[in-house]
């Protein structure tokens, strides 16, 4: 029997694991909340929450990559998107609280 090893992207493995979140991230955020989800505060929570969940998994790759000695760049260039997607999703997050006061 194999025992299981883990897996820790470093080189070109991390760039591309980073591209790919990224990516993913993106597109998940482009696509906005679920039309299928008829209540929209719901919708919106669950939106925000996958968002949430992308960036974390960015910052963990970011740690990962930070730990094995990555490329100043590369590492400088994810944690530049990481903090302007933070600052984006906290303020689309205020600015839905804002808008949803007014219809109560």
């Known amino acids: 029997m194999t025992e299981a090893r883990d897996v820790v992207p470093h080189g070109t493995a991390l760039r ?3 591209d790919i979140v990224v990516n993913d ?8 909340p679920d039309p299928s989800i008829e209540d929209a505060a719901k ?9 949430k969940a992308a960036l ?11 730990s094995l000695g990555a490329p100043v760049i590369e590492v400088e260039e994810a944690t530049t998107m990481l903090v302007e997607a933070r600052a984006a ?4 997050s205020e600015d839905h609280i804002d808008a ?3 219809e109560c």
Do not use: P, V
């Open 43 to 51: 919708a919106f929570t669950t939106y925000q929450a996958g968002c």
């Open 25 to 32: 991230y993106l597109r998940f955020l482009r696509g906005g």
């Open 100 to 102: 949803g006061e007014g």
């Open 56 to 66: 974390s998994h960015l910052d963990m790759l970011i740690k990962i990559g930070r």
């Open 16 to 18: 591309s694991a980073l």
């Open 89 to 92: 999703l906290a303020q689309s």
